[in-house]
């Protein structure tokens, strides 16, 4: 373990909060992504970056925002618009698409929890 | 839209039994395809992907472009397979995103 880290573990937010999870990696990738994992679903895309300063929406953006201003940070911004919150979100990189994907490797997690 | 199917939600066995984890995949040509799997209290990590033939833990995965199936297989299961695995696939041509199944939970039991 190690290399790519989230923060917190837990979260709690009150409904109409903006509220960022943090996620750091050390591994060096181009490559960053925010999933979401809710039971029965899998996991589903809300952002991705390929490089810095550069950042395109996934599947379930609404309601989400993000950032990459450095190649280690690609915090998450789940805002007051996102109906359906209470989630567990995976952070996760990866090199740079050279012909095949790469191993994406994934953060611990955080659980967001609206009171 | 690609598409991977994972048909089953919960997958039970007895340790020593057989296992087989089903994935489907929509066409598209010959794509890469892996295996996630996220054990207990512990981050989702790859298993393994088709391109490496490898086998891991004693899992193996066979691309059978005919049926359009990437199956997970081990012929003994040991307790400590007890987890959840995500089938995956890239998501459109070129470029590093995973669109993944909606998983399968294993339990092996003693």
């Known amino acids: 373990d190690g290399g790519i880290t989230q923060s917190p573990k837990y979260l709690f937010r009150k409904e109409g909060q903006n509220v960022t999870l943090s996620c750091e990696q050390n591994?060096?990738?181009?490559?960053m992504y925010w999933y979401r994992q809710d039971p029965g679903q899998g996991l589903r895309l809300i952002y991705y970056?390929?490089?810095?300063?550069?950042?395109q929406k996934g599947d379930i953006a609404e309601g989400y925002s993000v950032s990459r201003e450095k190649k280690e940070s690609f915090p998450l911004t789940v805002t007051s618009a996102q109906k359906n919150p209470t989630a567990f979100y995976l952070c996760?990189?990866?090199?740079?698409?050279?012909?095949?994907?790469?191993?994406?490797?994934f953060g611990p997690g955080t659980r967001l929890t609206v009171l | 839209a690609q598409r991977v199917t994972q048909p089953e939600k919960l997958l039970s066995v007895f340790k020593g039994a057989p296992v087989e984890l089903k994935c489907n995949y929509s066409?598209?040509?010959?794509?890469?395809l892996f295996w996630y799997v996220q054990y207990s209290r512990q981050r989702l990590q790859l298993l393994l992907r088709?391109?490496s033939r490898e086998s891991i833990k004693g899992f193996t995965a066979d691309l059978n472009k005919g049926e359009t199936s990437f199956h997970l297989k081990k012929p003994f299961a040991q307790e400590e397979d007890s987890a959840m695995y995500y089938c995956?696939?890239?998501?459109?041509?070129?470029?590093?995103?995973?669109?993944f199944g909606a998983g399968t939970i294993l339990r092996v039991k003693s």
């Open positions: 088709h391109i």
């Open positions: 970056s390929q490089i810095v300063n550069d950042f």
């Open positions: 066409y598209s040509g010959s794509p890469e």
């Open positions: 591994l060096n990738h181009d490559a």
């Open positions: 996760a990189s990866s090199s740079s698409y050279r012909g095949r994907p790469d191993t994406q490797y």
């Open positions: 995956a696939r890239p998501k459109g041509k070129g470029g590093n995103k995973l669109v």
